[in-house]
């Protein structure tokens, strides 16, 4: 909803700077504690239009008046820029309504390719769903990525999902945190905010050319060096390259005011990077549990502790070593164009942006399967031997190719003032395209044996074979399952009209206050996948050379020779397409979604407390294109058949803000929320893929979808106390929160053995209710200094805990104490050093969550776990002269990788990935 402050004449009177700071102390968005990072001066003057409408409790006209004198003295520099706006961050927690953080944006402080996912890690409650080693998705308070809503200037952000897979959540790694100036976290409802939302909203402010006066200029040159290298040029597919250790980047910040009274307002930002991301992945996919004379007795589909007889350990059923040679390019920017006139009660401005992140990949793993056919010998709960059924060599090339893009405008009218009326309209749009190359080669050998050794983790490593003549002797034949290329086409596009007004609802009113609207969206995506499968009896060794490829510690596995198996042999592939005659319409869908909704909200405001209650009514349906069977799965069409649904929901909120003393506040909320199913789980019949970027393992899935899914709706209960000290520049803040979640979805996952290769099986489900409850501690203390030293300090810790109940694929119930993404623990912290010293800075910040279970098994023996991930940043930067700064960085300092198991409570290590660790030299204009 728009910002209902009353609006600013004296501060429309004064330039750029002034002004904004002057609306800002009176009129400023309801922003939260902000982590903040680096303070950078309020981006916009008014509050924004999801803002739940907050008043000032106790505060006073004249700090108005004290702030904009501060801004009208002397001249506007970048360090008298920051001191305000790091008082006012905190000064806007005291206002807030709602429970709300914040994480500030500046160039200097931030780290210089620093993505939103990376910034949000910052924030209380936040925790990442990795990809290689880096944030993609964000989880808030222990809710998955796909409950949470983000948003541009308030308007939805389109989304494909993972590699066009029909989910919610956005990849924060596509959209760098340049592109705004502050990220606002809702995690309190009120009636003005988008309904959809269990975990929380992210609000991306965007930047304003009146941040600062006049113009400003940044130019950031860089050098990136990784210590991940793979040396597989023979290998490698297509038009493949790689970089080796090495990368660039660079950065352009540009905004300028204009015109007579500096009414017109411009803003350009654009970026590009290039780097390696290579890494080395090794994997167990099966585990089997076998008795104490070395019978087996299951795979984890049946409780091996059920079973008589079982010797208590674990057996690896495959050993498996990926190499990924990887480079990305992304690029892209945003234009902002403004008018804000002196003396006239309107602000317009549009928004343009789009990125693009381009990501080519080459794999080749090798895969030792085992068979439970086989005993088990001699083992002990240091290792074993295990007889080998069959060796798999892959090769995969893919090129992702992920592009984000869009349009926002918005106008705002100051009817009078204590009235706003506000319209905002945008069309965002994500497209995903790949082609897909796959060979994969098999051979049964005889009589070969492994032996194996388990690490301090339990992670089977093979460490001797008993015939190293038949890792290249064997008789290879192409695998047909695995022998395609594969195009695949994604796109989702929205469009999202919203118009807001507010009456009295200003951070100086008093009494009664309305603000009421309506929204429409708009969401149509598809999905189009297409598979040509290639086929031969010929017996393949001379495509494969001796590669320095480790499975384990055993060496002599040969690699296909990509080069000359695409020139030589798959021009006289025959093809193989009625082998497969589902492939390319299974995994093909459409959905399209219309939301409309209008809500209203009243408050009520004293001096010493703020109650504000509201109600939204949420109309939703749908159209969902689906493959057609009429042999119940056997054999699917072309033709997409139409299926339509929908769902109405009257959403209540409760909203208390109470000032206990001049240095405390009490914040109470009471909401209920919507958890839409993703549209892929509804539209889509079943998708089958290889490509390990969908899932942090090395499996292959076959997802299926359920179009019978409900939303899910949450009762959200929350509690917030707020202690501010040392001159508002110091914060405690404890939250207390409660959900129950109605008809949850969950992912049952099975696992199926196709030709030696496990795939994971995975279908969502709705279950009758789930429960997250937990605690929030924040702590941050800016200007703390020691001489002419100057440190800042933030720290927080999250505790969840959870409860949800399903039904496994025979019918019976099962308990957890946890929900789907959610860490038990979750901390962040950072600190700066602040030296006088040529403005040298000294930043190091830290992130560490608990395990997650990200997929329920049918069996706790079948539950996948990440394990516990923490990792240290660190950056350092000093100035040259006057407008130069050298800044060096280390991401990942001590070289943390992300690991993977499975089992009861994520018992069994299943995987272990080397990325190794990144380092930037930047040069500066600023």
């Known amino acids: 909803m728009p910002d209902a402050a009353p609006a600013c004449p004296k501060a429309r009177r004064r330039r750029a700077l002034g002004a904004c700071l002057v609306c800002t102390a009176v009129g400023a968005s309801s922003a939260a504690l902000a982590v903040d990072r680096s303070p950078a001066p309020p981006t916009d003057t008014t509050r924004r239009p999801d803002d739940t409408a907050t008043t000032a409790v106790g505060g006073s006209p004249t700090d108005a008046d004290a702030v904009a004198a501060k801004a009208d003295k002397g001249p506007n520099t970048l360090e008298t820029v920051k001191a305000i706006a790091a008082h006012e961050v905190i000064e806007q927690k005291k206002r807030a309504a709602v429970v709300k953080d914040s994480v500030i944006y500046d160039e200097m402080d931030s780290y210089g390719d620093e993505t939103l996912a990376e910034s949000l890690m910052a924030a209380p409650g936040i925790s990442a769903v990795e990809d290689a080693g880096e944030p993609r998705f964000v989880t808030i308070r222990g809710i998955q990525p796909n409950l949470n809503f983000t948003s541009l200037d308030g308007i939805a952000i389109a989304s494909v999902g993972n590699s066009g897979s029909g989910e919610r959540m956005n990849n924060l790694q596509l959209i760098p945190s340049d592109i705004g100036t502050r990220t606002d976290i809702y995690k309190t409802f009120g009636a003005q905010q988008a309904p959809d939302a269990i975990g929380g909203i992210i609000d991306i402010v965007s930047r304003s050319a009146f941040d600062r006066a006049g113009r400003y200029v940044f130019a950031d040159a860089a050098g990136i060096y990784s210590t991940a290298s793979t040396d597989v040029q023979r290998s490698a597919g297509g038009n493949h390259k790689t970089l080796g250790h090495y990368g660039k980047s660079?950065?352009?910040?540009?905004?300028?005011?204009?015109?007579?009274?500096?009414?017109?307002?411009?803003?350009?930002?654009?970026?590009?990077?290039?780097?390696?991301?290579?890494?080395?992945?090794?994997w167990v996919e099966s585990n089997y549990f076998f008795d104490a004379a070395g019978n087996y007795l299951t795979d984890g589909s049946t409780g091996p502790d059920t079973l008589p007889g079982w010797n208590g350990l674990r057996a690896p059923g495959n050993f498996s070593t990926g190499t990924y040679t990887n480079y990305i390019t992304n690029f892209g920017g945003s234009l902002k164009l403004e008018w804000r006139p002196v003396d006239a009660p309107y602000l317009a401005s549009l928004l343009m942006y789009g990125y693009r992140f381009y990501e080519n990949s080459t794999m080749n793993k090798t895969d030792l399967y085992s068979n439970a056919k086989f005993d088990i010998q001699d083992q002990t709960a240091d290792g074993g031997t295990t007889q080998i059924n069959s060796?798999?060599?892959?090769?995969?090339?893919?090129?992702?190719?992920?592009?984000?893009?869009?349009?926002?405008?918005?106008?705002?009218?100051?009817?009078?003032?204590?009235?706003?009326?506000?319209?905002?309209?945008?069309?965002?749009?994500?497209?995903?395209?790949?082609?897909?190359?796959?060979?994969?080669?098999?051979?049964?050998?005889?009589?070969?044996?492994?032996?194996?050794?388990?690490?301090?983790?339990?992670?089977?490593?093979?460490?001797?074979?008993?015939?190293?003549?038949?890792?290249?002797?064997?008789?290879?034949?192409?695998?047909?399952?695995?022998?395609?290329?594969?195009?695949?086409?994604?796109?989702?596009?929205?469009?999202?009209?919203?118009?807001?007004?507010?009456?009295?609802?200003?951070?100086?009113?008093?009494?009664?206050?309305?603000?009421?609207?309506?929204?429409?969206?708009?969401?149509?995506?598809?999905?189009?996948?297409?598979?040509?499968?290639?086929?031969?009896?010929?017996?393949?060794?001379?495509?494969?050379?001796?590669?320095a490829t480790l499975v384990g510690t055993v060496p002599g596995f040969p690699l296909i020779d990509n080069a000359k198996l695409t020139d030589g042999l798959v021009p006289r592939l025959a093809n193989n397409d009625k082998a497969y005659p589902n492939a390319d319409f299974s995994s093909d869908y459409k959905y399209v979604e219309d939301i409309a909704d209008a809500y209203v909200s009243a408050q009520y405001a004293w001096d010493r407390a703020l109650l504000l209650g509201g109600l939204r009514y949420d109309h939703t349906r749908f159209d969902a294109f689906s493959p057609y069977s009429d042999d119940g799965g056997t054999t699917y069409t072309a033709d997409l058949r139409k299926s339509k649904g929908g769902y109405s929901n009257l959403l209540p909120s409760l909203n208390a803000l109470f000032k206990l003393g001049e240095r405390q506040r009490l914040r109470f909320s009471v909401s209920q929320t919507l958890g839409r199913p993703t549209p892929g789980n509804v539209a889509q019949a079943s998708s089958t893929s290889c490509a390990e970027d969908e899932d942090g393992g090395g499996y292959c899935t076959i997802r299926r979808g359920n179009p019978q899914l409900h939303p899910r709706k949450s009762t959200n209960l929350d509690l917030a106390w707020d202690l501010y000290f040392n001159g508002n520049n110091g914060i405690v803040s404890l939250a207390l929160f409660d959900k129950t979640i109605k008809d949850d979805i969950y992912t049952l996952t099975t696992y199926q053995v196709l030709d030696d290769v496990t795939y994971k099986v995975t279908q969502p489900m709705n279950t009758d209710e789930s429960t997250l409850h937990g605690a929030e501690l924040a702590l941050a203390n800016r200007a703390l200094r020691w001489g002419d030293q100057r440190f800042d300090l933030y720290v927080n810790a999250t505790r969840l805990f959870g409860k949800t109940e399903y039904v496994t694929s025979d019918g019976q119930p099962r308990a957890l104490d946890r929900l789907l993404y959610q860490p038990d623990w979750s901390l962040n912290g950072s600190a700066i050093w602040r030296m006088p010293w040529h403005n040298a800075q000294l930043r190091v910040s830290g992130n560490y969550r608990s395990k997650m279970l990200v997929d329920f098994g049918d069996t706790t023996w079948l539950d996948s776990y990440y394990d516990p991930y923490m990792t240290f940043n660190l950056g350092f930067s000093h100035r040259v002269s006057k407008h130069v700064s050298f800044k060096y960085e280390a991401k990942n300092l001590f070289n943390t990788q992300p690991t993977y198991s499975m089992g009861p409570g994520g018992r069994y290590r299943t995987e272990i990935d080397d990325y190794g660790r990144f380092f930037y030299f930047h040069i500066i204009y600023q």
């Open 391 to 547: 060796i798999y060599i892959k090769n995969r090339h893919d090129r992702w190719d992920r592009a984000n893009f869009g349009a926002i405008a918005s106008f705002d009218w100051d009817i009078d003032e204590a009235s706003r009326l506000s319209l905002r309209a945008g069309h965002t749009q994500e497209t995903f395209d790949n082609t897909q190359v796959y060979w994969g080669v098999r051979a049964y050998p005889t009589g070969l044996f492994v032996d194996y050794a388990n690490d301090d983790h339990g992670f089977p490593n093979a460490i001797a074979v008993s015939d190293p003549r038949l890792l290249l002797g064997s008789a290879y034949k192409l695998n047909p399952a695995q022998a395609y290329v594969s195009p695949r086409d994604a796109q989702e596009r929205i469009e999202h009209l919203r118009l807001d007004f507010t009456h009295n609802t200003g951070d100086e009113a008093r009494g009664f206050g309305l603000a009421s609207g309506a929204e429409y969206r708009h969401l149509n995506i598809w999905q189009d996948v297409d598979f040509t499968y290639y086929t031969t009896k010929d017996t393949l060794n001379a495509y494969l050379y001796p590669g």
């Open 250 to 282: 660079a950065k352009l910040v540009f905004s300028e005011t204009f015109g007579a009274d500096d009414q017109f307002g411009i803003v350009a930002v654009g970026r590009y990077q290039q780097r390696s991301r290579n890494s080395v992945k090794r």
